[in-house]
């Protein structure tokens, strides 16, 4: 099998701009690899081109539908279809993990737009009525952070289950020490295992704070909050003087590349830049910042004030002057379930100690922050000239970024006695309020994590459905549950490893793959038709990520004329988090309010007359 399949594991450090001995792409921590687990699945040929003609029914009007019809028989009849299916297949048993994964590394990597707003999620946290300052609230969750990293690097974090089967692990290895490095065409992930600090920003400015000691113990509360509060002091009244290094993360990232190339010129540049690679976490101080609502948050959290006190390039957490708490995630190496585990870990820790913590500090004989370490800068003029370049342009991506949130009264508890699942309940109510808006259907992209396989990351649920299409033009009680019903069977399929949009990926790779070293192999008309980006064209990219612990989860659209729906169904609300391009995001809320209104009372309506 030829190696561009295969997942980068080693170093070669002849291509490798990083000259340090980092492993990239590899886990740091052995026994988080449950190689035990089964490896995802190969679905047969015939029947993914089967629920793929089923999933563009009803994108596709009948002559669409019928032309697209005849290059997927014409595939399923052709040797290609053996072909690429066996190599697919040997792929799977000599990959060292899963035949899916090189590809999903390569759509992170390779992908060229700013990692603010295109591939970051948001998470707002609870509030901590504990602690109310920023030093405070910043402390407690560094304190809590590290204590969840030294479980994984203990070898200690218990696993995760879902019911009783047992799911992946390997991402918990890629949350702290992990950075992603900007190279031109493709980026690097590389982690480490030798990081005792934490990076903080504060207005702009990037410093180095000791959470662990030589030995990796975690260092005493009261010295943590002292730093935090030192640096939040020392910059009670400064002003930034340029918008700061972090900045360039928010570019696309070739240009990131060429200014990173152009800073690590300098010593002293280089070494503040590996400090901030290697760090544990980044901790961002909004000093300046006091959100009052959820709305105010997410777009904090999302893509900061003009982009500045971020770096979109490693995991973040983020505090602002009102201890309203937050994380923005850097994407490639894990999903939102792992990183879910992670915060929901912060909120219980921070509820059940950081009263105890904060009365620490006053009852402290000791609480030095003298090894706090301010990194240095060497910025040219034409640096410079470029960070003011970098501001102009992610304010033109803000400006064009809208957010609004929903907080609706119905949740799981309710929905479950309409006798439906709460998941395919709000689901179903994405599809109709948006038909009821435009009058259409677009694909819509559903996130169903496939963790118990091994290194299983996401598969995706094409949620429009015939019956979802019958249910909008007709809605009711009858076609509202037929609809639910086969979303609750997809959602299945696709959790099974069944599903259509991964494998058919995996055959369109090698089949360009071929192309390129085969002469007068073309790749099957199939994979050349236009139906097939209809279907992988989200319109509406949705994902249900969240539990009771924090208050909403968001992120940015994936089409320049479609909608971003991060939500989660808690046992007595529904949170959902609307983004948009093109200004739709509050008028496709208000929709949403009130179609979810509506469903519930056909629903209502329904069970009363003994329907159901």
């Known amino acids: 099998m030829d190696e561009v399949y295969r997942r980068e594991l080693v170093v070669n450090q ?59 028989n014409d595939f399923v009849k052709s040797r290609d279809n053996a072909s690429l299916q066996k190599d697919l297949t040997q792929l799977s048993s000599e990959a060292p993990t899963s035949w899916l994964e090189g590809w999903w590394d390569a759509g992170y990597l390779e992908y060229r737009v700013p990692a603010l707003i295109h591939t970051n999620p948001l998470f707002v946290l609870k509030s901590d009525p504990h602690a109310t300052t920023c030093a405070q609230r910043a402390a407690t969750l560094t304190y809590s952070a590290i204590q969840f990293y030294l479980t994984i690097r203990n070898g200690k974090l218990t696993p995760d289950l879902e019911g009783k089967v047992p799911l992946c692990m390997t991402q918990f290895g890629r949350i702290f020490s992990t950075f992603r490095y900007p190279v031109r065409n493709r980026d690097t992930l590389y982690s480490v295992t030798d990081s005792r600090n934490v990076a903080v920003l504060c207005r702009n400015e990037f410093y180095l704070v000791p959470v662990l000691d030589s030995s990796f113990n975690l260092l005493p509360f009261p010295q943590i909050f002292a730093s935090f509060q030192n640096i939040v002091n020392s910059n009670s009244s400064a002003t930034p003087s340029n918008p700061g290094v972090g900045i360039f993360t928010s570019e696309d990232r070739d240009s990131w590349a060429n200014i990173r190339s152009q800073l690590e010129q300098s010593q002293t540049n280089r070494a503040s830049l590996e400090s901030i690679d290697k760090s544990l976490i980044i901790i961002c101080l909004d000093v300046d910042q006091s959100p009052q609502t959820l709305q105010e948050s997410a777009a904090l959290f999302l893509h900061g004030h003009h982009a500045t006190n971020r770096w979109f390039d490693k995991f973040q957490i983020i505090v602002t002057r009102n201890a309203v708490a937050g994380a923005n995630m850097e994407h490639s190496p894990m999903d939102g379930h792992s990183c879910l585990r992670l915060l929901t870990f912060l909120y219980h820790s921070t509820s059940s100690s950081s009263a105890s913590l904060l009365s620490s500090v006053s009852n402290s004989s000791s609480s030095s922050s003298s090894s706090v370490r301010k990194l240095n800068w060497e910025l040219s003029e034409t640096i410079l000239k470029q960070m003011k370049a970098s501001v102009e342009k992610v304010d033109k991506l803000i400006n064009t970024t809208t957010l609004d949130v929903l907080a609706h009264r119905f949740g799981s508890s309710y929905i479950k006695t309409l006798k439906v699942s709460p998941d395919a309940f709000v689901q179903l109510a994405f599809q109709w309020a948006y038909y009821r808006l435009y009058n259409r259907f677009e694909s819509t992209y559903e996130s169903v994590n496939t963790k118990r396989y091994y290194h299983g990351r996401t598969e ?41 949009d991964r494998h058919l990926m995996g055959l369109m790779e090698v089949a360009k793959l071929k192309e390129r070293v085969k002469a007068g192999y073309e790749v099957p008309a199939m994979f050349r038709d236009k139906a097939l980006g209809r279907l992988s064209g989200s319109v509406l990219s949705t994902s249900n990520c969240g539990g009771e612990d924090i208050d909403l989860f968001g992120f ?28 739709e995001a509050k008028r496709y809320r208000d929709e949403l309010e009130r179609t979810l209104d509506d469903m519930a009372r056909i629903l209502e309506e329904g069970l009363k007359k003994g329907k159901g």
């Open 14 to 72: 002849s291509e490798d701009r990083y000259h340090n001995p980092y492993t990239r792409n590899v886990q740091p921590f052995a026994y988080l690899e449950i190689e035990s687990l089964p490896r995802l699945p190969i679905p047969s040929v015939e029947k993914t081109c089967q629920r793929y003609l089923e999933y563009l029914a009803p994108l596709l009007d009948e002559k669409q539908l019928q032309a697209t019809r005849e290059k997927v």
């Open 460 to 500: 995706c649920c094409r949620s429009v459905t015939l019956e979802s299409c019958g249910f909008c033009k007709d809605p009711t009680f009858e076609n509202l549950n037929k609809a639910v019903g086969k979303h609750v069977k997809r959602i299945k399929e696709c959790k099974d490893g069944e599903g259509v």
């Open 556 to 583: 940015g659209p994936v089409m320049s004329g479609g909608l971003g729906l991060g939500y989660m169904v808690q046992e007595k609300r529904t949170m959902v988090c609307v983004s948009s391009f093109i200004g």
